[in-house]
């Protein structure tokens, strides 16, 4: 089983949509969670952290369920800006010392 | 956020020649930083952890011998490709640990070697 796992995607949806993404990993001692995402050819950038108790951030909410090592993004009426790769990302050590990303998925919304 | 920068940012290269990369966090001392490698349509993967003023702790399948990192100070980290093939064509990225509030990594960049 990989370490963190996420929907293969592509997902295309029309601008306005609502879109979910989800995450699940692996190990149980992991210690944080972020969302990055990654425009085509450039470095992915920090979208936000996720905290236990959840946390929204203008259109985008993001979840965690350490039971059962589950995070979700969701993102409220899409923008075409909101195109991009969309990485889970998880911090299995400390101190920043082992962040795993997942493989990513990969959303475009359409005019 | 924290900045970091790469250079260079686009490598072309005769097989066997030797690149070097450059990773500086611009506005924060990083003691940790760390490489990844990405091809295309997969996801990062972890090359090596640069820890300043240290040996690099590398990945698993990563030959330290072939990608040579050097973390002289707490605002630079260089990564060296040595003898590189078609094969190392790559997207390479660097980040480097903030520890200012909540730990996250922030990412150069990107430098693509192309290698001929």
């Known amino acids: 089983r990989k370490e963190v796992e996420q929907d293969p995607g592509p997902f295309n949806v029309p601008e306005g949509a609502t879109v979910a993404f989800n995450c699940t990993y692996s190990?149980?001692?992991?210690?944080?969670f972020f969302w990055y995402r990654q425009d085509c050819r450039k470095e992915p950038k920090l979208l936000m952290s996720v905290y236990s108790s959840g946390n929204e951030d203008g259109r985008f909410t993001a979840q965690l369920n350490r039971a059962s090592q589950y995070i979700s993004l969701l993102i409220r009426d899409s923008k075409l800006s909101d195109s991009a790769t969309y990485l889970c990302?998880?911090?299995?050590?400390?101190?920043?010392?082992?962040?795993?990303f997942g493989p990513g998925t990969r959303l475009s919304v359409l005019p | 956020g924290a900045v970091v920068s790469q250079h260079p940012s686009w490598v072309i290269c005769k097989s066997g020649t030797s690149v070097k990369i450059e990773c500086r966090s611009l506005?924060?001392?990083?003691?940790?930083m760390f490489w990844y490698r990405q091809f295309p349509k997969q996801s990062l993967m972890l090359m090596a952890t640069s820890n300043e003023g240290s040996k690099a702790t590398y990945e698993q399948g990563v030959e330290k011998d072939k990608f040579l990192i050097n973390h002289a100070s707490l605002t630079l980290s260089t990564l060296t490709v040595t003898s590189a093939h078609p094969e190392d064509s790559s997207f390479y990225i660097c980040?480097?640990?903030?520890?200012?509030?909540?730990?996250?990594?922030?990412f150069g960049p990107g430098t693509r070697l192309l290698v001929l």
């Open positions: 506005d924060f001392q990083a003691t940790t």
């Open positions: 190990n149980s001692a992991s210690q944080s």
């Open positions: 980040s480097a640990r903030s520890t200012g509030g909540r730990e996250t990594q922030y």
């Open positions: 990302v998880v911090n299995m050590g400390n101190y920043g010392q082992n962040f795993v």
